[in-house]
């Protein structure tokens, strides 16, 4: 992409309704504009994050098995009443009357309409296991919309939801769903803990939320310091396999981590004492097994080995995709900007060009250019006419990974300069090994 012909609406001040670091660098690179409270564009640096993280979201998840699907945003309230839900969730969601005055809802999650679609199509066990996921568009009024779009009304989700016979099938699905999570966002060059939580309104008893740790974050954390300790890496895990994916359970939960919600100080006061940590957190993920809770009254069952029908048993499984944009910035910035992870950057590499308008730089600048994007990646060239600092510090608020920076006294010895931008280290290299280092 040339920066000349990109939108890119990048905000010189501090916008002053943003309270925290996250919100204002979104704003500030231009990446999304409010439209009403809790509700966003995306504007194109800002979508082409969230694709990428959407991406991983759905790569990680076919890797374990899952099948994605897509359900609409609106849902009939008859199913909700069905599950008694209707009535039960209260403010936060988004109520309709269409023209013939039936009742709909914006979906603030989708427990129900899954639950509908699999006793409309399954029938046998023979058909489980069985986990349908979707990434989609999810609205709850929050009494509170804030931080961008951490918390807003309008958000995307990924929500997968797994159907199994028996409840230690069911517990598999939810330890699988625990490791690929810990791949998908340590792709993301994040980590989140699995940590003890409450299930509040979508009931059932077992379930861990994800946290990154943040100052900025919403919920209290109470840890064992060893927890930070364990790093997924690029294990191979035979998602099929109860015994690995325990394996990795067991390690994950091996240590003290739980939410206020759930936090039991008794047991807390028996970790050595400079190992406590209390902090703060942001979640980007939840996973929860709640057995028959929708299942029974929903008539979603299937015909046992021994002919009898049972109800399923469920687990829902969500990741908070939207909300990932802001928490990988609020764990990787600096006070000049965003410091985008490789795995989620929107474009890989800048190209500043010192001299626009000087015909040798300028075709060394597209040379380099071409040869980025003949090896696959996304650079993205500023081509305008303005000065090097001003470009300089567009790379750097928006955070791309690399810069190569291209100008007529280095090209006289066939040099460029490539920046690192986590680092802040430069090189002098020819264009050739520039390109050669980072593609
Ligand atoms: P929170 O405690 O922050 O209100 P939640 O527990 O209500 O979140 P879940 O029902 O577990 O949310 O939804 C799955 C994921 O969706 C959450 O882990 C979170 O990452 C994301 N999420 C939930 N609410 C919002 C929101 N208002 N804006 C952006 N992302 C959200
Ligand atoms: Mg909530
Ligand atoms: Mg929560
Ligand atoms: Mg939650």
Redesign the pocket.
Known sequence: MRLSRYFLPVLKEDPKEAQIVSHRLMLRAGMIKQQTA?IYSWLPLGYRVLRRIERIVHEEQQRAGHIPLLMPTLQPADLWRESGRYDDYGEEMLRITDRHKRDLLFGP?NEEMITDIFRAHVNSYKDLPLTLYHIQW?F?D?IR?RFG?????E?L?K?GYTFDLTREDALHAYNRHLVSYLRTYERMGLQAVPMRADS?P?GGDDTH??LVLAETG??EVFYDSQITDLTFGDRQIDYDSHEECQAVMDEFTSRYARTDETHDPALFDQIPQDRRRIARGI????IFYFGTKYSEPMGATVVGPDGARVPVHMGSH???V???VGAIIEASHDDRGIIWPEGVTPFHVAIVNLKQGDGSTDSACEAIYDQLRASGLDPLYDDRDERAGAKFATADLIGLPWRITVGPRGLANNRVELTSRRTGESEELSPRDAVARIA
């Open positions: 809790g999650t999810k709850r929050e919309p779009v951490m918390r807003g009304r958000f989700m929500d509040g979508i939320e994800f919403e919920s979640e980007v993920g939840q969500g990741i908070g939207s909300r990932l």
